[in-house]
């Protein structure tokens, strides 16, 4: 059984497994030995094979972006509930992971073995020979993913930043995975602030190397800036987070979605909002564990709307113009699980298997610039950035003239529902959530991170490796 070493030391013959174009075809290029990666087409084989490692059922890949990770921060709140229980989500949902289950398993090992395809990608660069901006532009695509995937390890199994006490605490962090590491190596966890200083320091240093230009499902200089705020804002450093949103905001490269667009544009690729998507197709994707699967009355129905909280009854209103309301979708007929579910996965071709999940959109940059300013000066400065993206989303809306940080942290919920925002926003904000059992959740319950896995922990020892408070 592999562990975590195995996959930062992994052979490339095996994980550097990827391809040229296999959104549209059956993988079709394996690096295979140590001189694999030697042109600017092999390294661009090595990119696409860092998506590749997160999407495909046929590896096994669970707890990634396209299945239930997409939607973790939404089954910890009361907003959902079970429309049938499958045992698929029973034991997140209502906090009873252990360090012996799956899930804890699945997101260590998926995103450090990402994390191996992207270090030993990283390792080969220096010997591609090829033009240097491409070369150069590759490069930070992987610098931007191994930041990105480091903040969603961080997300899993670390609390936030900016709600704790102490970010210089001993074994509060992650292992960092900088390099290419051998098959017995032994990782000790480092701090919260160090977690978080990396992830800054990659995405700082892959900005000058990426193209500004858009191009579906790459990373770009504008994907690493709104990452930058995004852990910005997680790390309580409120003004660059301000800066950086700010920035992608005033580029106009994106667009918000329009109140005539935003029903239709969950089935398509390539929108205005979608500033990073996973790509997945009718060959590459989680199957039954995909994102849409979890909000479909003919998949596992795990993410129903809870229709008593009050996310749901703002967006059942019709009073409130809302177009957001349009993305609740009312299965109360369906003949075996009845009720309300996300509109946002409905599939592309017919196949419920087969949604792109955005990663980062421009509505969160905006929400960023929100909760950012509030911070910084109160409600008054946080008020235009909700206004702007309720008066794409509400006909008729009314400018106000200062919002609460209750209302920034609504709007995540408005907006983000089923795209793994809402338990997130609330508690880097010292705030609780609502379990789907009914109790309290506060920011700083144990219960908010996962367990280290056990065999993680046996194989370092208990005295290098540091279990997670309260799995002990």
């Known amino acids: 059984m592999k562990k975590i070493f195995l996959f930062m030391g992994f052979a490339a013959g095996i994980l550097l497994t990827s391809c040229s174009g296999f959104l549209d075809t059956e993988p079709s290029v394996e690096l295979k030995d140590d001189d694999a990666i030697t042109t600017v087409q092999d390294l661009q084989n090595a990119v696409n094979g860092v998506a ?39 034991a997140i949902s209502n906090y009873l992971v252990t360090q012996n289950d799956n899930y804890p398993k699945f997101g260590y090992n998926y995103y450090y073995g990402a994390l191996g395809n992207v270090n030993k990608s990283l390792s080969y660069v220096p010997q591609v020979e090829g033009d240097e901006a491409e070369i150069n532009d590759l490069k930070g695509q992987l610098l931007t993913w191994r930041a990105l995937l480091h903040f969603d390890l961080a997300r899993m199994f670390c609390h936030i930043p900016a709600s ?6 001993e074994n509060t962090g992650l292992v960092l995975a900088d390099q290419v590491y051998p098959a017995d190596y032994k990782g000790k966890r480092s701090t919260l602030k160090a977690t978080y200083d990396f ?6 240093d892959a900005m000058p190397l990426l193209s500004k230009s858009v191009k579906l499902g790459s990373m770009n200089y504008w994907v690493a800036l709104s990452l930058r705020a995004r852990a910005y804002l997680y790390a ?16 106009n490269v994106y667009k918000l979605y329009t109140i005539a667009d935003y029903p239709g544009v969950w089935d398509k690729e390539g929108t205005s909002e979608a500033i990073f998507e996973l790509r997945v197709n009718d060959n590459h994707n989680n199957d039954r564990y995909s994102v849409g699967y979890y909000n479909s009355p003919d998949g596992y129905a795990e993410c ?32 075996d699980v009845p009720g309300y579910y996300s509109g946002k996965y409905p599939g592309r071709g017919g196949s419920v298997y087969v949604n792109n999940f955005k990663i980062v959109r421009l509505s969160e940059l905006y929400l960023i610039a929100a909760e950012a300013a509030f911070h910084l000066n109160g409600g008054a400065a946080a008020a235009p950035f909700i206004n702007q993206l ?23 919920e408005k907006e983000f529902f089923t795209e793994n925002q809402i338990a997130f926003a609330y508690w880097r904000n010292k705030r609780s959530v609502t379990s789907r059992g009914g109790t309290e959740v506060k920011y700083n319950d144990d219960r908010t991170i996962l367990p280290i896995p056990q065999r993680e922990i046996d194989f370092s020892g208990k005295d290098v490796l540091i279990q997670n408070p309260g799995y002990e």
């Open 236 to 251: 309580g450093d409120y003004a660059n987070a301000l800066k950086d949103a700010q920035e992608v905001i005033n580029s």
């Open 164 to 169: 704790v006490q102490d970010v210089n605490a």
């Open 390 to 412: 309720r008066q794409n989303r509400i006909t008729g809306y009314t400018d106000v003239s200062s919002v609460t940080l209750d209302d920034i942290l609504f709007e995540y």
């Open 52 to 90: 590749y490692r997160l999407i495909d059922y046929d590896n096994g890949v669970r707890f990634s972006y396209t299945s239930e990770f997409g939607i973790y921060a939404d089954i910890l709140t009361n907003d959902f509930k079970v429309g049938v229980d499958m045992g698929q989500t029973t």
């Open 304 to 335: 129903v709307f809870n229709e008593k909280s009050p996310l749901f009854l703002y967006l059942s209103n019709a009073a409130n113009n809302d177009v957001r309301s349009q993305l609740v979708n009312d299965q109360t007929s369906h003949p």
């Open 199 to 204: 992830i800054i320091k990659d995405l700082t």
